[in-house]
């Protein structure tokens, strides 16, 4: 299929210039008192050059990074445009609420800003007693600004013109595996990418309605629900992250009140809503506006989505709106999307691969009858956009591997990003010869990718692959496990790899729970657990958009820092 570049705006400031011209859209940030505050996109497009002018009146200038710590929905959206759409890069982090583990926090915060050069830093009299301290740990940046002095600024507009080539905005990747890199994504990425997953993804159109709690500082909420939509003229309700996380039904009474059509999240969130949402809850929604309920950024189990469907069945919702996705933040967002077929019979929603288990071991996916013995289950998350391609090829190889082999994942197109910014050492691992070595394992039948984990955390046991996200997945479904709460890794142990497991668990029998787990691992994976430590609530590590550290997590089970807390009975968490 063709998709022509030009049905978007070639840059992001062109994009909102473009949408000011109507005035019959925008977007609705609910607050956290649940309060809702309506811009339409003229009031977006003048707020934003307002905040644009005053970064310029603190001596900002053209490619000047303006890193962004701002928590609150609107000031987040208004600075981040205003930035954008007058030629500087901004660069969002993650805020923080609490003086927990600030030690750690200020080391992110000071690597990042000095890693992206960022003079400048916006916040709000919320975070700013959090970040404060950065300004003495990062020489290069000059002022801390509190967002509420822009209102100060007379309406002004930097006179700048924004090139599709110019940088729109550095994403510094989580960390999961090592200190967040800056992905130097342009104008020209935003508009290819937005293009792909909305117009040919999504199937656009001009009933849609997003709704969105992910974190703005994120690629999946940031592009997906504040870029993408710009650029293609969608409106958005954005609800506070943390409202969801306290009380998950208000996502689905904001689908319901505002008749959201695409929604997105990753696995996780959909488990969480099956698990709490309340029956009075279910009778009291319509879902039956929801075209598209994507879920990504993390491995995809279908099991969580067909629970999902099952419980909210009532309300109108419709298993055939799942849309399972793979991407990542150096191919700018999307890499491919399931099969979109509009709704009824031709949709296709949530598709599997059933395979042998055991043919897993041995680098390839054999086909299995489903429900059989020693079989697993896969979700397809679909074909790379036109004009992008995606090969599995042997590690360290640039040779496709025929349908069903598993290896790495390559990917390249126009929504690549060029690299990490001013940083040619690590650039020069991922990017090779015009591919991005995403690092991820995975296989393809047909064109259409599987997703298995990451090549870095794969366990090698004499001979045999595992992947982590399968054995922490089983243990999870224990009933005295914390759900999503649990580690698989391997260790070298007399020179042997050896598999150990970290999970949070509910007060309970220790020794009978490593009993159940053991005996778990052993009869889906024919395997021996070497270890098992389970570990205060909140102990094990994640990332700021709360992926499990596997590296740390086993960094900190070597230092025997997970002994020691459960010695002392602490539940204080390690981020």
Known sequence: MYVDPTLVPPTLADALRERAKRAHRGFTFV??????????????????????????????????????????????????LGAAISGLVPVPIYPQLSFKNVEGY?????HIVSAAGAQLLVTTETT???????????????????????????????????????????????????????????????????????????????????VSWLPL?????????????????????????????????????????????????????????????????????????????????????????REFADR?????????????????????????????RGMGEKARGLRTDVVVQKSLEAGEAKAAAPGSEGSQELVNCGRAFPHHEMRVVKPGSFEPLPDRQIGEILFRGPSMCNGYFQDPEKTAESFKDGWLHTG??????????????????????????????????????????????VVA???????????????????????????????????QFALNVHHIELVPQGALPRTSSGKPQRRKAKDMFVQGAFAKMRNKGTTEAAT
């Not at 550095?170 to 960390?175: D, H, I, K, R, V």
């Not at 969480?272 to 950024?297: F, I, P």
């Open 489 to 523: 890794f391997g260790l070298s142990v007399n020179d042997e790899e050896q598999l150990v497991i970290c999970a949070e668990a509910f007060q309970s029998d220790a020794a009978g729970l490593i009993e159940e787990i053991t005996q778990l691992v052993n009869e």
């Open 31 to 80: 607050r956290s008192d649940a309060s809702e505050r309506y811009m339409s996109y003229p009031d977006i497009l003048k707020e934003a050059e307002r905040r644009g002018a005053a970064l310029y009146a603190r001596g900002a200038k053209k490619g000047d990074r303006v890193a962004l710590v701002i928590p609150d929905g609107d000031e987040f959206v208004l600075t981040f």
């Open 312 to 340: 909210l069945a009532p309300t109108g919702f419709r298993p055939e709106a799942f849309l399972p996705s793979y991407g990542m933040a150096e191919a700018t967002l999307a890499i491919s999307f399931g099969d979109r």
């Open 128 to 210: 700013a007693p959090y970040v404060e301290p950065v300004k003495a740990r990062a020489s290069v940046l000059r002022e801390i600004v509190v967002a509420s002095s822009f209102a100060d600024q007379p309406h002004e507009r930097v006179d700048v013109k924004v090139e599709p080539g110019d940088l729109g905005f550095l994403q510094f990747t989580s960390g999961s595996t090592s200190k967040p890199k800056g992905v130097a994504v342009t104008h020209g990425n935003l508009a290819w990418n937005s293009q792909c997953f909305i117009q040919q993804g999504l199937g656009r159109d001009d009933t849609d309605v997003g």
């Open 440 to 485: 991820d394992l995975g296989y393809l039948v047909d064109g259409e990718v599987f997703i298995c984990g990451r090549s870095k955390d794969l366990i090698i046991i004499r001979g045999r692959n595992f992947y982590p996200g399968d054995i922490e997945w089983a243990v999870s479904e224990l009933p005295r496990i914390r759900r999503g709460n």
């Open 217 to 305: 500082f994120h690629d999946m909420g940031l592009i997906g629900f504040l870029i993408g939509p710009v650029f293609t003229d969608i409106q958005v309700v954005f609800i506070p992250t943390a409202n969801f996380v306290r009380a998950p039904r208000v996502w689905l009474e904001a689908l319901s009140r505002h008749r959201g059509t695409i929604t997105y999240a990753p696995n996780f969130a959909y488990a969480l809503v099956t698990k709490r949402v309340k029956d009075r809850d279910v009778a009291e929604l319509d879902l039956s506006c929801v075209r598209h309920a994507g879920c990504g950024a993390e491995p995809i189990q279908a099991r969580t989505l």
């Open 106 to 110: 200020h080391d992110t915060v000071s």
